[in-house]
């Protein structure tokens, strides 16, 4: 038996952390720590769209 899962719906969580990521940023007043760390979720955020997102788009 195939395990169904829900492709849609980690794209779409996947996309909400890349916004809230990114507008974390743009509020962050440029404070450093925050940046760098922010720099680190989007990196693996990347990593989730290559491994997920772009499956979605193939299926």
Do not use: C, F, P
């Amino acid at each position: 038996m195939g395990q169904e899962y829900n492709i849609k719906g980690m794209t779409e969580k996947i996309q909400a952390i890349k916004e809230a990521a990114t507008e974390l940023k743009h509020i962050s007043g440029g404070i450093q720590a925050v940046d760098r760390n922010v720099d680190r979720i989007l990196a693996s955020v990347k990593m989730l769209e290559i491994n997920i997102s772009d499956i979605a788009n193939i299926i």
